[in-house]
């Protein structure tokens, strides 16, 4: 028998069942994963692990003389079959990273206060190999990355989990705008999603995984709202890529360009509507 999340209180004697079920369930199951707000499971749960387990690049960072820290962070990579049954596809977040005003980086989804990581970031859609990301399959994909700042005093939980280089997957919190249904087989009610498994399925990085299934979400256009640094994302490529301290230099007094008591005096003392 055959569970799938789409339909949990069913069981399907086999993939031609389902298959047909999908299809038919289409739109309404469409507009079901479009009201959603997609955030990693809540069973951990991945397809895979880093096989290098090089991807994070810290050096060896003193946590008491650091309080800012500028981290790389990927939070969603395409052609990855992941555990909603998704697939985002190229150029599917390059609307987003246009549009987006305010974005935050959070712990685990928690849109709380003591929760947030940081909420200066920027965003970029970049190209990175497969090997960067840690994983043997060939070529490279286009994943959303983060350029974050994070300060201590922001979440200093957080920032230690940074600075130690313990923080290997992470997840977008996200609304779909633009789906659509990809199914592996020749059966004339399935022609249209047939259309789709070809055109994307080629791209996929993770081929085992998808073929167990035979289906996939082709998630074309998909808007950002929030990334989390996660113990598990849905979508397992997505690791910390960089991990910098920044230098305090606020306090420090340079002599030679310090203004002398008696200037500062005469500067207050200027009418400045004169």
């Given amino acids: 028998m055959i569970v799938v999340k789409e339909f949990p209180n069913k069981q399907f004697v086999d993939k031609e069942e389902l298959f047909k079920s999908l299809s038919s369930n289409k739109e309404l199951l469409k507009s079901q994963k479009k009201l959603q707000i997609k955030e990693t499971d809540s ?31 990927v939070v969603n990579s395409c052609n990855i079959f992941d555990s909603h049954s998704d697939v985002s596809v190229d150029s599917s977040w390059n609307r987003t990273v246009k549009n987006a005003k305010r974005v935050l980086l959070l712990e685990a989804h928690k849109a709380q206060f003591d929760k947030i990581i940081s909420d ?55 609304r779909y705008i633009q789906i659509d249904l990809a199914i ?17 399925y080629p791209k996929i990085a993770n081929k085992e995984d998808v073929d167990q299934y035979g289906y996939f979400w082709a998630v074309i256009e998909q808007q950002i709202r929030e990334g989390s640094a996660v113990v598990f994302g849905s979508n ?23 203004t002398p008591p008696s200037e500062t005096k005469t500067i207050t003392n200027l009418n400045l509507f004169i």
């Fill in 43 to 73: 069973i951990a749960y991945s397809f895979a692990v880093n096989e290098k387990n090089e991807a994070i690049k810290t050096g060896e960072i003193n946590v008491e003389e650091i309080n800012v820290l500028n981290v790389k962070i």
């Fill in 120 to 174: 200066e970031i920027e965003l970029k859609v970049e190209s990175i190999s497969w090997k960067d990301l840690g994983f043997e399959y060939d070529g490279k994909t286009e994943c959303l990355v983060f350029y974050a700042k994070i300060r201590k005093d922001r979440n200093p939980f957080m920032f230690e989990q940074y600075a130690k280089g313990y923080v290997k997957e992470h997840s977008a919190g996200l």
């Fill in 184 to 200: 592996n087989s020749e059966a004339e009610w399935n022609k249209e999603e047939k259309e789709v498994w070809d055109k994307y």
């Fill in 236 to 258: 397992f490529a997505t690791p910390t890529m960089s991990v910098e301290p920044v230098t305090d230099t606020s306090t420090k007094t340079d002599p030679v360009t310090s």
